[in-house]
C-alpha cells in the first residue's frame, strides 16, 4: 500500500512539473500580448489563482461582455475562467476557435472532445464552446465562467 502511495505522489509531482516546464510554441508566444511563454510554478493552480485575482479587479462583469458574451480570446476553455483580461493562446480545431491559457491545455483541447463541450445551464443542451455565448457565472470571486446557447438564455439564467 506504501509503495502504491509513493508510486501516485511521484505521478502527481511528474504531473505538475511538466504542466509547470511547457513552453508555448514560437509563433503563439509572439501573437500573445502578455508572456504566456511558460507556466508558473504552481501549475494550473496559479493560473487560476491569478485569474481570479484580476476577475475580482473588475468591479463591474457587464464591463467586460460584448454583444457575443465575454472575448473567447480572454477565457481558458479548459479551465471554463475568465483569465483576467489575458489573451489566451488560439486552438484553431475542426475549422473553429478554441482558446487555452497553456500548452498543456492546447493539447487537452486537440485531444478530448469533452473539454470543447458544456451544457447550456437553461437548457441543458450540448453546445460547443467556440459558438457558445460566454458569461461570467454570477457570483463567482474566481473568473469561472458558464456556456450559454445563446444571449437570450444568459438573460433567463440572470433574471
Same mark, same amino acid.
Given at each position: ?55 475580482? *479587479?473588475?468591479?463591474? #462583469?457587464? =464591463?467586460?461582455?460584448?454583444?457575443? !458574451?465575454?472575448?473567447?480570446?480572454? +477565457?481558458?476553455?479548459?479551465? &471554463? ?6 489573451? *489566451?493562446?488560439?486552438? #484553431?480545431? =475542426?475549422?473553429?476557435?478554441?482558446? !487555452?491559457?497553456?500548452?498543456?491545455? +492546447?493539447?487537452?483541447?486537440? &485531444? ?29 470571486? &474566481? ?17
Amino acid at each position: 500500500m506504501k509503495k502504491n502511495l509513493n508510486y501516485i505522489a511521484v505521478f502527481a509531482a511528474v504531473l505538475l512539473v511538466s504542466c509547470s516546464s511547457e513552453k508555448a510554441p514560437q509563433t503563439q508566444a509572439a501573437a500573445t500580448p502578455e508572456p504566456l511563454t511558460e507556466m508558473p510554478a504552481e501549475g494550473h493552480a496559479g493560473h487560476m489563482a491569478a485569474a481570479g485575482t484580476q476577475a475580482q *479587479q473588475t468591479a463591474d #462583469p457587464a =464591463e467586460l461582455m460584448t454583444g457575443d !458574451g465575454l472575448p473567447k480570446d480572454l +477565457v481558458c476553455m479548459v479551465n &471554463n475562467a475568465y483569465m483576467g483580461g489575458k489573451k *489566451q493562446f488560439p486552438v #484553431p480545431f =475542426e475549422e473553429k476557435m478554441y482558446y !487555452g491559457c497553456c500548452e498543456m491545455c +492546447v493539447k487537452t483541447i486537440k &485531444n478530448e472532445r469533452e473539454v470543447r463541450y458544456a451544457k447550456d445551464p437553461v437548457t441543458g443542451q450540448e453546445i460547443d464552446k467556440a459558438e457558445a455565448f460566454i458569461a461570467l457565472k454570477p457570483g463567482s470571486a &474566481n473568473g469561472d465562467v458558464l456556456y450559454f446557447a445563446s444571449e437570450e438564455n444568459y438573460k433567463k439564467y440572470v433574471q
